[in-house]
């Protein structure tokens, strides 16, 4: 993957691309490739049946949480995802097209949305713009 940082004054904002999509972009905003890992990866590697997970990844939420959400047989417990949303619902850079789909596996996968400032559950209107979503699974503690 090509990190793409189209504001050098904002280093939090680098978007990961592939090799095609970084021919399309100005050459000053490219950085040195990286390799990436999938979820799942990661998750194999940690020791602990629990893991929290906060997800802020510029847009790239869907294509890290989707194929987790709908796999059948979840080697971890995540009863808490704090997912950025806001790029998520922008469909930015094209990165998440699957809204109504990954919505759906949260569901499915048996989490509920929780607004972080109201501390109530809420559902998810993929027409409606939040910042943030904090998923909380069904066999989680409140908080």
């Known amino acids: ?5 189209p504001a050098k004054t904002n280093e939090g904002i680098v ?3 592939d090799k095609e999509t970084a021919k399309e972009k100005p050459v000053d905003q490219l950085l040195e490739p990286v390799y990436s890992i999938t979820l799942s990866q990661l998750l194999n590697y940690i020791t602990e049946d629990t893991v ?22 979840k080697t971890k417990f995540i009863p808490y995802m ?18 109504n789909k990954l919505i759906k596996g949260f569901y499915k996968s048996g989490y ?5 400032s109201k ?17 909380v699974h069904t066999n989680a503690s409140l908080l």
């Open 15 to 17: 978007f990961l691309i």
């Open 119 to 135: 501390n109530i559950y809420v559902e998810v209107d993929p027409t409606v713009w939040v910042p943030d979503i904090m998923w």
């Open 82 to 99: 704090y997912v950025e949303w806001m790029h998520i619902h922008k469909n930015l850079n094209d990165m998440c097209p699957g809204l």
């Open 1 to 5: 993957m090509i990190p793409w940082q």
């Open 52 to 73: 929290v997970l906060k997800v802020d990844t510029e847009g790239s939420e869907c294509r890290i949480l989707m194929d987790y959400l709908y796999l059948e047989n």
């Open 112 to 116: 509920k949305a929780m607004r972080k």
